[in-house]
Antibody, heavy 117, light 112 residues
Framework: EVQLLESGGGLVQPGGSLRLSCAASGFTFSTYAMSWVRQAPGKGLEWVSG????????YYADSVKGRFTISRDNSKDTLHLQMNSLRAEDTAAYYC??????????WGPGTLVTVSS | DIVMTQTPLSSPVTLGQPASISCRSSQSLVHSDGNTYLSWLQQRPGQPPRLLIYKISNRFSGVPDRFSGSGAGTDFTLKISRVEAEDVGVYYC?????????FGQGTKLEIK
């Protein structure tokens, strides 16, 4: 069964950095593109970033381009999101959805990022 | 970027009655591999999203058969044949055919 567990969230000051991780299991991690999606309090879902199975191609929403970096460690079945220059508007629950374009699987609980002084 | 437009944004429904949510994309969602990566998610209050339907009409494991998806190209629909109390929440359509992946605004389903 596909399982995803996000971690690394917390309270950070504006301008600060955080590194999120997503531990994956139950599928052949290296063969699937993966993404990060976020949800600000009381708001809808926003795709943040994506990465190909090999890690050779990465994609970003305009709102985070130049500040966030997605990466993956296929030897450890782990997805990462390095977030720099954080802003108040980055406050959200961050999810790594089930793999692939079909997204077949269960979403993890997410990890909460709060950017505040 | 592909814009996903859902209607209605709010849907008060009587228990046992049907409900329908429409999702329209600003471009065709047919991928070069022939698949259409249009999914529907349900988010109950205080919970992470849950996959209901993938590739337009395929129910995910454990999803009741009162949920069904249909459509093609740029127009898609999620139907609930008989709404139950546990169906309360927000429903999102999402496309994963083209980067950046995008979501609809969400439709809040509530009981009258």
């Amino acid at each position: 069964e596909v399982q995803l567990l996000e971690s690394g969230g917390g309270l950070v000051q504006p301008g600060g950095s955080l590194r999120l991780s997503c531990a994956a299991s139950g599928f052949t991690f290296s063969t699937y593109a993966m993404s990060w999606v976020r949800q600000a309090p009381g708001k809808g879902l926003e795709w943040v970033s994506g990465i190909s199975g090999s890690g050779g191609s990465t994609y970003y929403a305009d709102s985070v381009k130049g500040r966030f970096t997605i990466s993956r460690d296929n030897s450890k079945d782990t997805l990462h999101l390095q977030m720099n220059s954080l802003r108040a508007e980055d406050t959200a629950a961050y999810y790594c959805p089930p793999p692939g374009s079909s997204g077949e699987g269960y979403w993890g609980p997410g990890t909460l990022v709060t950017v505040s002084s | 970027d592909i814009v996903m437009t859902q209607t209605p944004l709010s849907s008060p429904v009587t228990l046992g009655q049907p409900a329908s949510i429409s999702c329209r994309s600003s471009q065709s969602l047919v991928h070069s591999d022939g698949n259409t990566y249009l999914s529907w998610l349900q988010q109950r209050p205080g919970q992470p999203p849950r996959l209901l339907i993938y590739k337009i009409s395929n129910r995910f494991s454990g999803v009741p058969d009162r949920f069904s998806g249909s459509g093609a190209g740029t127009d898609f629909t999620l139907k609930i044949s008989r709404v139950e109390a546990e169906d309360v929440g927000v429903y999102y359509c999402t496309q994963a055919t083209h980067f950046p992946y995008t979501f609809g605004q969400g439709t809040k389903l509530e009981i009258k």
